[in-house]
């Protein structure tokens, strides 16, 4: 079992910034992509950001312009920078390891 450990949701207003990390293992890095999907109860799962093996960035198409994926391997980390959050954007944020593992999840609410 991949360890993934995600952080960094909460409650923000509109406009406002966030910024996720998701903590996983050395090894995922050299072969799955890294990254976020997003949960809204009744709809379904979403592609936020990944970070692809090869250095290949991939966006939602709701979320260009606005958030960044990037990574930091020597800690085995990965972080995504939101920006201009919209209350549309509010869901359960989780991280992925090549879609194959995933963490539990973060929230985040975006609302005034």
């Known amino acids: 079992q991949i360890q993934i450990a995600e952080s960094g949701g909460g409650l923000v207003q509109p406009g406002g910034s966030l910024r996720l990390s998701c903590a996983t293992e050395a090894s995922v890095f050299r072969f799955y992509s890294v990254g976020w999907y997003r949960q809204i109860p009744g709809k379904e799962r979403e592609l936020v950001a990944l970070?692809?093996?090869?250095?290949?960035?991939r966006y939602g198409d709701s979320v260009k312009g606005r958030f960044t994926i990037s990574s930091a391997p020597i800690n085995n980390t990965v972080y995504l920078q939101m920006d201009k959050l919209l209350p549309e954007d509010t869901a359960a944020y989780v991280c992925t390891a090549g879609t194959l593992w995933w963490g539990r999840g973060t929230q985040v609410t975006v609302s005034s």
């Open positions: 970070l692809m093996p090869r250095g290949e960035l």
